[in-house]
């Protein structure tokens, strides 16, 4: 039996990364992880610097995600799923040797003088080294 599908839109202010349907979205907010099925209570978080998983029927699909929100909205069985990132970019579009740099960068930032945007930026260059490696 084929699960019951979601609407997914994964946007950036810039466009539209990945939009289509989908059995199950995994993202991580700023209170914890949530999986989001078919018929789903509507909601809204804040979402963190973390993956989001996307599982269609065939494959899964993750995106690195930098902040931003996730909203459902339900009727019915029928689910709608935004992400709306701030900035994001799907695994196989990450540039290793990019977060490679990112990540050196904000690790001589931290020893530096330890500021909180140096820390943000070592999470984001992290998780894309994790996903695209």
């Not at 931003?68 to 040797?97: K, N, P, Q, Y």
């Not at 990540?103 to 695209?132: C, S, T, V, Y």
Request: aromatic share 4%; glycine share 10%; net charge negative.
């Amino acid at each position: 039996m084929m699960a019951t599908p979601l609407e997914v839109f994964l946007v950036t202010p810039e466009h539209e990364l990945w939009s289509g349907q989908a059995t199950m979205v995994v993202a991580r907010g700023t209170e914890g992880e949530v999986g989001i099925l078919a018929g789903h209570t509507p909601m809204l978080i804040q979402l963190g610097i973390s993956p989001v998983f996307i599982q269609t029927e065939g494959e899964r699909i993750a995106a690195a995600v930098d902040g931003g929100f996730l909203h459902v909205v339900s009727s019915g069985m029928d689910t709608r799923v935004d992400i709306l990132a701030e900035h994001a970019e799907l695994s196989t579009e990450i540039d290793i040797e990019r977060a490679r740099r990112l990540k050196e960068d904000a690790e001589r930032r931290i020893a530096a003088d330890h500021d909180a945007e140096a820390e943000a930026d070592l999470a984001k260059a992290l998780m894309r080294l994790d996903l695209g490696g």
